[in-house]
């Protein structure tokens, strides 16, 4: 074994060379420089107009904020008539003052609420209604209802305004002294609730738990003492849908959302004749039995508000003066040319004196549309 070793010539390490063909190895000449070609092409394509325009470098200049800015004009969505019929959209006024932060933001507690008098007479005072137990679940139950049924989709304002007058009727004594009593007053007659909503079915729908809730909340807070003084002391109001008949025969104080309220004249509109002193003896939440009797003249009678003026000694002569010209709505010259507020009377509510014609068929069934 050690013979035949020794007879092999022992190898040498291996080793070669190599020539270079290109130093991009791997890599054709040709694509390499069609790659420099499209470069160039495309640094001359950049380059040259840049350097043939005749305002110089000005297109390359970052912009200065100390230059002066040239004017802005509107795109065209933000321009008046620029977008599609219906569409919703914001347009820019060029010549208006730019709003600070908040300015026009407006909350519930800030509606306005016009007429002549409207904060400007006698206020209530506060009525607490501190009884606990059923007095006053009783209260806010009957208290709630009138708010929601009669104002659900009104303002707070509006939510409040009800409230007042509910409570000020409560004071006085030509009416319950329990709030559930002068809620549901009337609702064991035919016709002549005094509010509506005690005896035209909308006790049947079930509220809506948002809506209801806030209505809980402003009775809780008017059986508490808060006293809302833009009212004043009105018993009375309706809707701007309706003129009832005794609308010229009261004070009009104004209107507050969808309601126009009113407050008595003479001495049963006086503030000492309202007593806000709450004595309890709540009667059950709900409208009154069905009475015959009280269908009668002399019960009717009880409850016209001219009838109430007449008994605290204001007389007929005074009961009906013309309304001072500051408690006349203001109209503009189209709807004074068709005739003022008689363009408001319609004729199909009891007790009053005209709905107004868009409003006739309201609530009835349309049975063939367009009609």
């Known amino acids: 074994m050690r013979l035949r070793e020794a007879a092999e010539a022992r190898p040498r390490d291996f080793s070669a060379r190599f020539a270079r063909r290109s130093h991009a190895i791997g890599r054709p000449v040709r694509r390499l420089e069609k790659r420099w070609t499209v470069a160039t092409l495309a640094l001359a394509a950049v380059a040259l107009p840049a350097f043939a325009a005749p305002s110089g470098w000005d297109r390359f200049a ?3 904020a100390s230059s002066e800015a040239g004017s802005l004009e509107p795109m065209p969505f933000e321009q008046a008539g620029a977008s599609f019929p219906g569409s919703a959209f914001y347009y820019l006024d060029n010549t208006a003052t730019a709003p600070r932060i908040g300015e026009g933001i407006r909350s519930d507690a800030d509606d306005s609420v016009t007429g002549p008098r409207l904060g400007s007479g006698p206020v209530a005072r506060p009525l607490y209604v501190d009884n606990s137990g059923v007095d006053r679940t009783r209260a806010q139950q009957c208290l709630a209802a009138a708010i929601y049924y009669e104002a659900a989709s009104e303002p707070d304002a509006g939510q409040r305004a009800v409230a007042q007058v509910v409570l000020n009727r409560v004071a006085h004594p030509a009416y319950p002294k329990t709030v559930c009593g002068v809620v549901y ?8 609730c005094q509010f509506s909503f005690a005896c035209d079915g909308s ?3 079930r509220p809506m738990q948002l809506f209801w809730d806030r209505a809980m909340s402003v009775a809780r807070q008017a059986l508490a003492g ?5 009212v004043g002391l009105a018993t009375h109001y309706h809707t ?12 009009y104080l104004g209107t507050i959302g969808a309601h126009r309220f009113y407050s008595f ?3 049963a509109g006086s503030p000492a004749t309202f007593r ?4 309890g003896g709540e009667p059950m939440a709900a409208p009154h039995r069905h009475d015959d009797s009280a269908d009668s003249a ?10 109430v003026q007449r008994s605290f000694g204001l007389t007929t002569a005074t009961a009906t003066p013309a309304p001072a010209p500051t408690a006349t709505p203001a109209y503009t010259a189209e709807v004074r040319e068709r005739g003022g507020d008689a363009v408001y009377r319609a004729q199909s509510l009891p007790d009053a004196q005209g709905v107004r014609a868009e409003y006739a068929n309201s609530g009835r069934w349309i049975t063939q549309p367009g009609t």
């Open 62 to 64: 970052i912009a200065d």
């Open 185 to 192: 007053q009337g609702s064991e007659r035919s016709t002549g």
């Open 203 to 205: 006790l049947a729908r």
């Open 226 to 230: 808060y006293v809302y003084t833009p």
């Open 240 to 251: 701007v849908q309706v003129h009832p008949y005794w609308a010229d025969s009261l004070n």
């Open 265 to 267: 004249r003479g001495g």
């Open 276 to 279: 806000y002193a709450y004595l």
């Open 298 to 307: 002399t019960a009717a009678q009880a409850l016209d508000p001219l009838a």
